[in-house]
């Protein structure tokens, strides 16, 4: 069954990104998970900027779908590395070094 407000994977790869491979590191966030997005935000972490990721049922999926779409535009960018991290990530006080 297929849904109509859904995007099909297959229409990821023509989405516009914002410019976020400019930065070293993005931060896969959902919009409507805000007390999580507002803890990361508090992290004030150098040099990171969030991505609003995909949404799909199950989660999994659109988790999935915006990790394909970050790395294929990384890819597109020729860009040689980015850290891509989950706004629910817990980074150790060292990793900046």
């Known amino acids: 069954m297929h849904c109509p407000n859904v995007l ?11 410019n976020v491979f400019n930065a070293r590191m993005v931060s896969l966030s959902l919009p409507e998970t805000v007390r999580r997005r507002r803890i990361f935000e508090a992290e004030n972490i150098k040099d990171c900027v969030i991505f609003d990721g995909m949404r ?18 990384a890819l597109q960018r020729d860009k040689e ?17």
């Open 8 to 18: 099909p994977i297959y229409k990821a790869d023509e989405l516009q990104l914002p």
């Open 56 to 73: 799909k049922s199950p989660g999994w999926l659109g988790c999935g779908m915006s990790y394909k779409v970050l790395c294929a535009g």
């Open 81 to 97: 590395k980015l850290i891509v991290v989950e706004d629910d990530v817990l980074l150790d006080e060292h990793f900046e070094e």
